[in-house]
Every structure is written in C-alpha cells, then in structure tokens.
C-alpha cells in the first residue's frame, strides 16, 4: 500500500487513578474524541491507563481483571458509536493470565479500531529493581508487534521494552518502521528525562525511524508522574514535547517524505521547578485520589513546616490549609511570629493550641525527664494535629525531611505522625534551596514570598529544650548531607565513606544514626520518591541488622 501525505498521531498524556476503570474509561473517551477532533488517526496513551498503574497486587484479583477487559470491550464499541471508529486508539490496560503461568497477568497494550479490539500487545521486559517489582505481578509477553496504517508501519513497545538493550527495537530493527510507539508509565525523579531521550535517541537508531514517548502524568501513593511526553528522532531532535506535571494532548504529524510538524515544543523545566511540581502534584493527587480537601500541619516557625505548608496551598489552596502554633515554654516569640507571617503569606487558617498546659498535666502523672519529656511536647502536638484531621476530615502532613528521616530526628507518634509527607525525599540543605527558589518565583510573579527570611536563616531548632539545635546531635547538615548521599544513593560502607574522605568520627556516628533509625522510618508516611534513591520501596534494609562496615 502507499503511504497517505501524512500520518497524524495524538499523544494523550492522561492523569488516571488506579482501580477507577471506569474514570479512567471516561477520560480516554474524552481525549479519543479531542484527538479525533483534531484531526488525529492514531492516539497513543500511557502505559496501563484503563487500570492505572502501578496496579501492584490487584493484579491478582480476577474480578479486577474482567472489570478491565469488559472496559476494554465497551470502550471500542464506544468509540464507534462516537464517531471515533475510525481512530486508531493505543492504550495499556491489564491483560489477561497465560495458563502456563498461574494468577499473574500480562502488562498490554490494546489497539482499538473500528469498534473492536484490533491488537494486543504484551511488555516483554518487566523491571525488578527500584520501586518495580513487576516479576511478582506480571508475565512477560514474548512476540513482537507491528501494523500498517495507511501505508505507515508501526512497531510498539511498553516502557522497560526500551531500557534493556535487545527490546523490542533490536527485535524490531529490520522491520524498515516509519515510527516506534513506546507507552509508559516513568516515575519521576530528578534529571530523569534526559535518561529518557537519551535511552529514545539510541532506539531510534535502532529502528531508524522517530520515537513516540507518552508518559502518564500524576500522582499515586509515593510515586510521580511527570509526563513530558515527546517524540524524538536518532539525531536527538527533539519532533513534539508535552508539559511535565500536568495533563496534556499534542498533535504530531508525520509525513510521507520523513518530516513532521507538531503543535507543540513544551519548554525544559530546571531542576528546582522540577522537584517543587512533583512535590506538589504527589500531594494534590494523594488528596484528591483519596478525598480529601485541606490539610492540617503543626507550624513551628521553622523551615521544613514553612516549606510544606507552602506546598499545600500551592496543592489545594491557603483557604485549604490548616496551621496549626504550638507553643510550648520553650517556644521562642520569634518562632511565633514567623509562623503567623508564614501563615498570612499563604493565606492558612491559623490557630494557636498551646501545650503547656496539657504536658503539665501529663507531667504531674509521669513525671518524665531527659529525651522522655522532651519527646512528650512533640507527641502532644501530634494528638493535636490528628484531633483537627480526625475532626474535620483534614489530611495530617508530616514535616520531616530526608536528613531527619535518615538520622532518627524526629519523635515516633510525635511530629511523625501523618498521612502524607511532602518533603521526605529532600536532604535539608535542598530544603533551604527550594524555599530560595519558591521565594523568588513569587517576587517574579510579583506576589509576597511566602516563607519568612528568618525562618530560611535562622539555626535549625527543635525548641524541645532550652537553646536546643539540631546541631547539638548532628553534624552540619552540608556534610552531615553529603555523608547520607554518599551512604544511601550510593550505597558506600564504612572503608568507602573513609576513602571519599569523610572524617571517622562522622562516619561512625552517621551510620549508627541511619541504621537505628530504620524501625521508625519504616513507619514514616509516604510522600513522593524525587531522587534516584528514596526511603521506601528503593531501600529494603533489615531492621534487626547487625552489620556495621
Ligand atoms: N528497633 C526498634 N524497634 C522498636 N522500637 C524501637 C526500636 N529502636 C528504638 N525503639 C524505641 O524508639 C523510642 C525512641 O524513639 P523516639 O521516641 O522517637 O525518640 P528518640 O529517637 O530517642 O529521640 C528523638 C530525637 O529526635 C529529636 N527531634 C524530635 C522531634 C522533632 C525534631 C526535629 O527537629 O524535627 C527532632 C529529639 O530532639 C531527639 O533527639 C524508644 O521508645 C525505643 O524503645
Ligand atoms: N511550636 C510548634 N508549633 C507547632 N508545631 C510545631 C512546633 N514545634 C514543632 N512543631 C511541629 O513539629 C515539626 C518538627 O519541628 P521541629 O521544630 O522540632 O523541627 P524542624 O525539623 O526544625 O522543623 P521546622 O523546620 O518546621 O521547625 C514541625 O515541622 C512542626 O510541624
Ligand atoms: N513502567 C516501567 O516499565 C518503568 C520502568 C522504567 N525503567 C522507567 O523508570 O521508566
């Protein structure tokens, strides 16, 4: 057949919620009939969009996976009866169980046309490192897939298709395609999407033909996704490129003669903006995905709450926000006041509790001191912190940073009491780079910064004593940092951490800190990964662990 003048493809980049089939059902409706509108003939969607992902042990369940094929079913017919039956709809979705391989499912992806199920597609390639853990979940396909339209051939792969040499593209590579479609579903972290192009740039080389990226986009427990979506040649340039953190569609037209047009070059976020979206998207999803409309936080005055608390109105609204001052006897005025600065900023409710009076109470029955009393102030902050969420149905956040959460610093069932943590991923001295950055965007735009400088300056405190600093029980953080990226990104034991030239008597109390705080960061609430390597499902270490090198 000869090639029609052109091909046009649409890149939905979708934000889907696991489990919600029939949302998400809705959804590809609605982007099938826009791209159609705009006069698409191919539209591609993200890696298992109509189950959403990652599914993780529902896969099992049997009546998840025949809700999702009927979905399947229903929505081809429902395309046609639209009007779109003669759009080529490329989606994900769970499939179904091979009888060789007992209750796990394949990883598919569906080309609906013309009211029916046209092709399936299974993920080859199922990655089993870092937050992935798709051997326990899925079975892998084994057969390639290709298709003609309109003189134009397509070849397909599913995400970790083109991370591992000898994918589908080398499968693929005398196939003589005018285009490789890859969907995905890509977590964000830090600098990840050059990986991803470069990772694109060598497939289409491969294959000698452009590749299609579409990334979903959104939040889900402690993942993010960035979407930034894009089509890409084997010279690296860049054809179409869609908005990070946000839904999108863009059309990208492919022509007979080679060339292409597009509707849409989104620009390249730097790192900073990159890192502060994911944090707000991870908590505007988390809340909408599961109902909840404001938050509720304890404001000390200090850096990590003031950067938190900013989030979340930049996630759901100041009007949405509930911050909460806490004063104890050691409470300094300035604490306070900056508080309440931060406060107005954003535009919280403020309310203050004080906790004197109920740590005296406390106090007169059991009579604690040392650590004990200390941590006593923190836990009756977090009773009150879970009365206003237990009461008013707000979502809890917890305050603690990647430097605390490495170390121990901070009270279990005190200030680490929470449903969602926003800044768990960011070492603190990122935590002082990104207040920097969120304040000068605000006098960019022209608007108030929102945290206080004192907060941003002044010596980090838990105020749980009289004069206390964090630096009382920890390094600096600049080295106290650079020792944790070194440990836990890079994984260097005690002889590495002495040969990168860290002093012996860091190294020692840093890594007795990190391992004795594995029990409390275990139970530490999620918030979103935005490193290569972050607490949870990236770091299974032992809690009961004796080993010190
Ligand atoms: N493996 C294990 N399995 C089960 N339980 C384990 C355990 N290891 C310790 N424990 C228990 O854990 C408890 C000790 O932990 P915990 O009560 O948290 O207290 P702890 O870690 O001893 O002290 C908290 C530290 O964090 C500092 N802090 C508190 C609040 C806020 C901030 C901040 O700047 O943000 C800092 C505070 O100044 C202090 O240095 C003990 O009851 C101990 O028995
Ligand atoms: N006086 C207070 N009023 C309200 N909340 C408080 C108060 N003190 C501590 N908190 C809560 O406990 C968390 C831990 O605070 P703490 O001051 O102990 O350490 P921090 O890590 O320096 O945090 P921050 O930079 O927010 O002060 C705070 O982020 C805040 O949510
Ligand atoms: N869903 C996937 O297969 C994702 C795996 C891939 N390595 C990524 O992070 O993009």
Redesign the pocket.
């Given at each position: 057949m000869t090639k029609a003048a052109s091909l046009p493809f649409a890149l939905a980049q979708i934000n889907t919620r696991v489990g919600d089939i029939e949302a998400n059902k809705k959804c590809i409706l609605e982007f099938s009939q826009k791209a159609h509108e705009r006069g698409a003939r191919v539209v591609v969607f993200p890696?298992m969009t109509l189950s959403g992902?990652p599914i993780e042990d529902l896969a099992f369940r049997a009546t998840f996976r025949r809700s999702a094929e009927s979905a399947a079913q229903d929505m081809a017919q429902t395309l046609k009866d639209n009007g779109c039956g003669a759009l080529f709809v490329v989606v994900g979705t769970v499939g179904t169980t091979h009888a060789e391989s007992s209750d796990r499912p394949t990883n598919t992806l569906l080309v609906l046309h013309d009211g029916q199920i046209l092709h399936t597609y299974d993920?080859q390639f199922l990655?089993n490192y870092g937050v992935?853990d798709?051997f326990r979940i899925f079975t892998p396909g084994h057969d390639t897939l290709t298709m003609d339209i309109d003189g134009y051939h397509l070849g397909f792969a599913?995400?970790?298709d083109i991370?591992q040499d000898n994918g589908p593209a080398i499968q693929l590579a005398q196939s003589n395609l005018d285009v490789l479609v890859t969907i995905?579903?890509?977590?964000f972290e830090e600098n990840?999407d050059h990986v991803?192009t470069d990772l694109c740039i060598k497939r289409a080389g491969e294959v000698d033909a452009p590749v299609i990226y579409v990334n979903q986009v959104g939040g889900q427990d402690d993942l993010v996704f960035d979407g930034g979506s894009f089509v890409i040649d084997k010279s690296g340039n860049i054809l179409a490129r869609l908005t990070q953190f946000d839904e999108d569609l863009c059309l990208w037209t492919l022509h007979a003669d080679g060339t292409s047009t597009a509707d849409e070059i989104a620009r390249d976020m730097d790192t900073d903006e990159e890192v502060y979206n994911a944090c707000v998207l991870g908590l505007k999803d988390y809340m909408r995905k599961n109902g909840f409309k404001g938050v509720v936080l304890g404001l000390s005055g200090g850096i990590d709450s003031a950067l938190v608390a900013t989030m979340a109105a930049d996630a759901c609204g100041g009007e949405n926000v509930w911050g909460i001052s806490m004063p104890s006897m050691y409470s300094s005025d300035g604490s306070k006041d900056d508080a309440a600065d931060l406060a107005r900023n954003i535009g919280a409710h403020y309310e203050i509790q004080p906790i004197e009076p109920l740590f005296m109470s406390f106090q007169n029955q059991l009579k604690l001191d040392g650590i004990a009393a200390e941590n006593l102030q923190a836990r009756i902050r977090g009773v009150i912190v879970m009365a206003y969420s237990n009461s008013r149905g707000l979502l809890a956040l917890a305050t603690g940073n990647k430097s605390e959460l490495a170390c121990g610093y901070s009270t279990i069932y005190g200030d680490a009491v929470g449903g969602y943590a926003p800044i768990k991923d960011l070492l603190k001295t990122r935590v002082w780079q990104l207040s920097r950055w969120r304040n000068e965007q605000a006098l960019k735009h022209g608007e108030v910064p929102p945290i206080p400088e004192n907060s941003i300056v002044k010596p980090p405190s838990a105020e749980l004593r009289p004069g206390q600093k964090d630096s009382d029980s920890l390094p600096e953080y600049d080295l106290l940092d650079s020792v944790l990226e070194a440990y836990i990104e890079k994984a260097h034991g005690r002889a590495d951490l002495l040969e990168d030239g860290f002093d012996e008597k860091t190294v020692d109390t840093v890594m007795r800190l990190v391992d004795r705080a594995e029990w409390k960061r275990r139970q530490y609430p999620l918030g979103p990964k935005v490193t290569a390597l972050a607490f949870g499902r990236d770091r299974r270490l032992p809690i009961t662990n004796a080993f010190r090198e």
């Open positions: 890696e992902y993920k990655p992935f798709e599913i995400c970790e991370w995905n579903g890509s977590p990840k991803r």
